[in-house]
């Protein structure tokens, strides 16, 4: 077939490719502001990706962040060391019966069997989760809301003054929180037969003694934990000054969080053994109050004299306290450093009012 010339000669050939060439570069200069914009976009998603939000200072999510960190401390702890406390109370409220530690774990292991040495851990883990969160988040609270008050000049000279006050007020409402829990525990631990655990012994409690009978004890336990408390926060800041002062070979904006950790967990052991003895009369006081129906303060004074009020059962209670306080502040502070917190009794700088 017959093809006109003006197709296949140089100059058309040459005219043909020039313009596709033409077009070819008109199509990328059309699609450039749109690869541009999306470059743009990507790089803006990129700039502006959400990046792991550090908790303030001294903020809500701190106090709540200290408050979580009571929870694991406390709840655990006193819930891992149910069987001591069961053979304590059973000695404190039946002397004659339990005479001795390992006495005490054989007669209720020989009477309960091992379930025995176990009874009331539900009260007990609630109970002291519950106190432990407002005793540690409120304790951070009031610390710096007494620091503030003062001013930067008087709350570094009677520091001691700003310790007892924050944790006294701490434990004012921690115990408050506590004592319903306390009262179905103590009641399940020493009284055979009285309850299986918390879901039967609450409304049981609830009916011989009313709703207020929960709170029966709780000025007696404001008594055993208002000087423990002040004990185990004043004595834990200033042990933990004096290690770092005089047993830490470095400063200790040197040592590894591990280290201060350590240093954290031996400061809080010397301050429970402190805080076992300050307290152990006033528990006496609420485990006979919460195990004996009717009895007043005066009556157990009475009957106990004040030499057995102040030593029965104080060695398994330094035991435990001092164990129980160790891994309470060693847990308290793990839990800080894990969501980016400073140990407790680190310095660290004031928060700017905004």
């Not at 003006?6 to 020039?18: D, H, S």
């Not at 834990?236 to 470095?250: A, H, S, T």
Request: glycine fraction near 12%; hydrophobic fraction near 40%.
């Amino acid at each position: 077939m017959f093809l006109p010339n003006t197709l296949y000669t140089p100059t058309a050939l040459n005219a043909a490719m020039a313009a596709s060439v033409q077009k070819e570069q008109s199509l990328q200069r059309s699609a450039a502001p749109q690869d541009n914009l999306l470059a743009r976009s990507v790089s803006g998603f990129v700039a502006h990706a959400p990046t792991e939000k550090k908790i303030a200072l001294y903020s809500r999510d701190y106090y709540l962040a200290c408050g979580v960190g009571g929870i694991l401390a406390c709840g655990l702890t006193h819930t891992a060391v149910t069987p001591l406390d069961v053979v304590k109370c059973n000695m404190q409220t039946a002397p004659t019966k339990y005479t001795g530690i390992f006495q005490g774990f054989r007669t209720i292991v020989t009477e309960q069997g091992a379930r025995g040495l176990f009874k009331g851990w539900v009260p007990t883990a609630l109970g002291y989760s519950a106190q432990g969160a407002c005793k540690f988040g409120f304790y951070e609270f009031f610390k710096k809301y007494y620091s503030d008050l003062a001013g930067p000049e008087y709350a570094a000279r009677y520091q001691n003054l700003i310790y007892v006050a924050g944790s006294a007020s701490a434990e004012f409402i921690a115990d408050i929180a506590l004592c319903p829990f306390e009262a179905v525990k103590v009641k399940v631990q020493t009284v055979p037969g009285w309850a299986r655990g918390f879901g039967d012994g609450l409304p049981k409690f609830v009916a011989e003694g009313g709703v207020g009978g929960l709170w029966k004890g709780v000025v007696p336990l404001w008594g055993r934990q208002i000087p423990y408390t002040i004990m185990k926060f004043a004595a834990f800041e200033n042990v933990v000054q004096g290690l770092y002062k005089y047993v830490v070979p470095k400063p200790r904006e040197e040592c590894s969080k591990g280290e201060q950790l350590g240093v954290s967990f031996a400061a809080g052991y010397i301050a429970g053994v402190l805080c076992a003895v300050v307290s152990h009369p006033a528990d006496n006081l609420v485990s006979k109050l919460n195990s004996t129906k009717g009895v007043s303060v005066g009556e157990i004074v009475s009957e106990m004299g004040w030499m057995n009020l102040f030593t029965r059962g104080l060695p398994l209670r330094i035991v435990m306290i001092g164990t129980l306080t160790g891994l309470q502040w060693g847990i308290y502070d793990a839990f800080k450093v894990f969501v980016g917190l400073p140990t407790t009794g680190a310095k660290v700088e004031p928060v700017e009012e905004k």
